[in-house]
């Protein structure tokens, strides 16, 4: 109820900016379910019912995890935006809904033999797990943004709580997760194509990002030092 007694108590800009977020996440939950439903030609489709029941309930409950000032960063206009991260973000829209588009045409011709329950049960798992560390990520770092930028309005500072003291990119590394088992979960293969598009974009972007903050963000270049892995501890 904390968050609740902020939001009335913030300002004007502030409650603008996290209805404004929460209208855009409401937004991308119906633009999913049209895209998994209209390709699929029926609502009767089990997984892809559960998959839109997971995504509201993570809108739903979003007010009440994530930092108010999260929400309202996330939903504000953003300025100096990195212009190859323009890109990518148009990108990576594409690449995500490609997946449900494709997951939606593959349900209605059936290119994909019926996947055994226990793989369904994985990826809603693993689902939920990179939901669950996008979130931790959320929540430790004050300055996590939609967009690749330095936040000087804001003091913009490194963060190395959370998951940021494993891996430099968790927030990337969560949602990599929930693309990558998205097809399974719904039980297309040919929905891994974008998926897996998705994947790589997401890579780029963690690399570019890690030398736009290098060159831009003091203590940064330090920080890589400290935190050697960008998404996976030990490996990369």
Known sequence: MSNLKKFASSTA?????????????????????VCLFVGAGTIQWFYAVVYIALCGMVTLLAPFVAPLEILAERGSKKRNVEKW??????????????????????????????????????????????????????SANRFFSTAVRIQFERGHEVCMTGPYRYVRHPGYLGMITYYLVTPIFLGSLWAMIPALATMILFVIRTVLEDKTLIKKLPGYKDYTVRTRYRLIPGIW
């Open 85 to 138: 991260d323009k890109v990518i973000a148009k990108l990576l829209v594409l690449s995500g809904f490609s997946i449900y588009v494709i997951a939606g045409l593959d349900f209605r011709w059936r290119w994909t033999p019926d996947l055994s329950t226990t793989w369904h049960v994985w990826a809603i798992i693993l689902f939920l797990l990179g939901f669950a560390l996008m979130v931790w990520a959320m």
């Open 13 to 33: 800009e502030l409650k603008y900016n996290v209805l404004r977020r929460l209208g855009q996440l409401l937004l991308v939950d119906i633009v999913t379910g």
